[in-house]
Nanobody, 117 residues
Framework: QVQLVESGGGLVQPGGSLRLSCAAS????????MGWYRQAPGKQRELVAF???????NYADSVKGRFTISRDNVKNTVLLQMNSLKPEDTAVYYC???????????WGQGTQVTVSE
């Protein structure tokens, strides 16, 4: 059974930092593209960043230069370091694991990030 468990969310002031972590189990982690998505109230879920097995990364324009995604293929974890946070970064953040060749796509339960004074 595949499980993706996020942690690290919380309340932070504008300009602050948070680091989200996603621990994966039940899958051959190194073969999966790992991503972070977010969904703000009343909005659609959107891609924040993803990282493929080789370490190549891609970011949404809104977070470039502020967020960094990384992975550890031994510990089966993916991290999202978020700096210079803005109120518009407030959302539930979801971890995603995708392997398109096998038609597999998995989601975590989400972790709340709130950026406010």
């Amino acid at each position: 059974q595949v499980q993706l468990v996020e942690s690290g969310g919380g309340l932070v002031q504008p300009g602050g930092s948070l680091r989200l972590s996603c621990a994966a189990s039940g899958l051959i982690f190194r073969f999966y593209t790992m991503g972070w998505y977010r969904q703000a109230p009343g909005k659609q879920r959107e891609l924040v960043a993803f990282i493929i097995s080789s370490g190549l990364t891609n970011y949404a324009d809104s977070v470039k230069g502020r967020f960094t995604i990384s992975r550890d293929n031994v510990k089966n974890t993916v991290l999202l370091q978020m700096n210079s946070l803005k109120p518009e970064d407030t959302a539930v953040y979801y971890c995603n694991a995708e392997q398109t060749a096998w038609g597999q796509n998995y989601w975590g339960q989400g972790t709340q990030v709130t950026v406010s004074e």
